[in-house]
């Protein structure tokens, strides 16, 4: 459910509900209205809070995957162990990845 999910990724990485409200340029009142189910955001309100969670819309809307799809023990692990990881860390990870996917795409030429 989507306002679980909001609430648990918000505190997961430390923002209080004024905090995310600040960043995602709404009000607080309107991000304790989403945590507690009584309303919903908007698609682009959406967009933007999942940007500033720093996680994809399907995160906050769609079925928890926690890596279920991918094959590799070490890959889900290192996967849920990412998810424990703050906003800026979460992101350098991010960057690394996609620099290592970039250069192994590179070497395959």
Do not use: C, H
């Amino acid at each position: 459910m989507f306002s679980e999910r909001l609430k648990q990724i918000r505190t997961r990485l430390g923002l209080s509900q004024v905090e995310l409200a600040e960043r995602a340029e709404v009000t607080a009142a309107a991000i304790s209205l989403y945590e507690s189910g009584k309303r919903k955001p908007s698609f682009a309100i959406s967009r933007k809070i999942s940007q500033v969670l720093g996680v994809g819309l399907e995160d906050l809307w769609g079925e928890e995957n926690e890596g279920k799809d991918v094959a590799d023990p070490k890959l889900r692990l290192a996967f849920r162990k990412m998810q424990n990881l703050d906003l800026e860390d979460r992101k350098a990870v991010e960057v690394i990845i996609a620099k290592l996917s970039q250069k192994s795409q590179q070497r395959k030429r």
